[in-house]
């Protein structure tokens, strides 16, 4: 069963509809899913860039500050230690420590999925028919979302590399980005409220994830297949351990 997209012109009019899989478009949403995944993804985007010396790397605090023993002071042997003013860090950040997680790839494909549908059940998926603009004029752009009505919520475009200037048509608006269909992230589509995507676009996505979408359910009815044979193995055993006993 096809999921139906309605799609507009260049201009924001209604120009009929487009069929859609439902296997794609029409995924039910997963929270936990997607909190995991934009956590680490988002994660990944901030490099190690803090960084603070400990007592080794800190200049001077090589001279023991004062003798051992009779002054009736506490004992140091170095002005640069953690507990001294100006001293070294304990347990501060490094930018040798590498904070990188990984994502598998299905789960990373469900994950965008599960969003591009959640999108699309609410409303907030767009289809418009071309990004190709003649010029590289804003006018452009606005005209779209206010025919749309667009404005003033965070909006997301997708285009493709052949569409032209509709990165240029849109980057001086705000709260609008624009990103190539090949660049699809689950952080983007989770940080704007509204999705703009073009037809072009729209094929290229049905394209890449179609067969990604399909091995990922044949993987979960594998893994329900055994499951239930397994719990059903467990029961018969037991069954006959119980037998065996009385």
Request: hydrophobic fraction near 35%; glycine fraction near 10%.
């Amino acid at each position: 069963m096809a999921v139906q997209l309605t799609k507009h012109t260049q201009q924001g009019k209604s120009d009929g509809s487009v069929s859609v899989p439902e296997n794609i478009f029409g995924l039910e949403l997963n929270k936990p899913l997607l909190h995991w995944v934009y956590k680490i993804k988002s994660g990944n985007m901030h490099g190690p860039w803090a960084h603070t010396k400990d007592r080794s790397e800190v200049r001077g605090g090589g001279r023991k500050p004062w003798r051992q023993k009779g002054l009736g002071r506490a004992r140091h042997g170095s002005i640069r230690s953690p507990i001294w003013v100006g001293g070294g860090v304990t347990f501060g950040p490094r930018n040798t420590n590498n904070y990188n997680r990984k994502v598998n790839k299905k789960v990373n494909v469900k994950a965008i999925l599960t969003a591009l549908s959640s999108k699309a059940k609410d409303g907030d998926l767009f289809v418009v028919d071309s990004l190709n603009f003649e010029e590289p004029k804003t006018k452009f752009g606005m005209d779209l979302l206010q025919k749309l009505k667009l404005e003033g919520t965070s909006v997301l475009i997708y285009g493709v590399t052949g569409e032209e200037n509709f990165a240029r048509v849109f980057r001086n608006i705000p709260r609008v980005k624009t990103r190539a269909i090949s660049r699809m992230g689950i952080v983007d589509l989770l940080n704007n409220q509204r999705c703009i995507i073009s037809k072009k676009a729209l094929d290229n996505v049905i394209k890449n994830y179609a067969d990604s979408i399909t091995h990922i359910q044949k993987v979960a009815e594998e893994t329900g297949r055994t499951a239930k044979k397994a719990k059903a193995g467990t029961k018969d055993g037991f069954a006959r351990t119980t037998n065996a006993k009385s």
